[in-house]
């Protein structure tokens, strides 16, 4: 199993500009969550899918912040306009459906994104 | 709400030699899961380990295992024979059955091995 791919791994932007980080998830999971991490907040959930569709965006901190699941297997986070302080790590990560032991994440190997 | 502590915001341990890392966390839930996650430098979120709270007997991986002590609500992992690859901030978490949507991550401990 390839495990939950991110793209890109690093990504350096100006101020303004639109960033798009995208994310396939472990196949089966049915279960797709964004989080950020930060030194001051450490990881903090964004959204969370459950097959295709968002479930809870409560964490998305602005309107800037907007995510999607097209399909089972892609789903992307975009920031428009980027700000510096949108500078984090992004982590995507997957699960199964909760229940009957299910109850792990498996991360990816997250995004570093820098708005400069 | 739950919470997860890690009191240690770093740590060190010769190579070869055994550590300990600590966690406590606060819930009133009877069942839940409790993880411990590695993140080397390479960035990736690396489950290392994972507890059933109706599980009484402690959760071992290979040189890795925990002293879950229910009453107390402290998860402890220990690391042994640590190796130079152990190195990396080690995140305690919490999550409630059905809740993958919640899970509560502790503020890390970075561990650094030393040759």
């Known amino acids: 199993d390839a495990g939950v791919i991110q793209s890109p791994r690093h990504e350096v932007t100006e101020m303004g500009q639109e960033v798009t980080l995208r994310c396939k998830p472990i196949s089966g999971h049915n279960s797709l969550f964004w989080y950020r991490q930060t030194m001051m907040r450490g990881l903090e959930l964004l959204i969370y899918?459950?097959?295709?569709?968002?479930?809870?965006d409560s964490g998305m901190p602005e309107d800037r912040f907007s995510a999607k699941m097209p399909n089972a297997s892609f789903s992307t986070l975009k920031i428009q306009p980027s700000e510096p302080r949108d500078s984090a790590v992004y982590f995507c990560a997957s699960s199964l459906t909760p229940g009957q032991g299910n109850e792990k994440l498996f991360f990816g190997s997250g995004t570093q994104l820098s708005v400069l | 709400a739950q919470t997860v502590t890690q009191s240690q915001p770093e740590m060190s341990v010769q190579e070869a030699e055994t550590v300990t890392l600590s966690c406590t966390y606060d819930?009133?839930?009877?069942?839940?899961?409790l993880f411990w996650y590695k993140q080397p430098p390479s960035r990736q979120m690396i489950l290392v380990i994972r507890q059933e709270a109706y599980k009484q007997q402690n959760a071992t991986e290979n040189r890795f295992s925990v002293n879950f002590q229910k009453a107390a609500k402290s998860f402890s992992l220990k690391i042994s024979d640590s190796q130079l690859g152990d190195t990396a901030m080690y995140f305690c978490?919490?999550?409630?059955?059905?809740?993958?949507?919640?899970?509560?991550f502790g503020a890390g401990t970075r561990l650094t091995v030393k040759p």
């Open positions: 978490a919490f999550m409630k059955p059905y809740n993958n949507n919640d899970m509560r």
């Open positions: 819930t009133s839930e009877n069942n839940y899961y």
């Open positions: 899918f459950n097959n295709n569709v968002p479930i809870d």
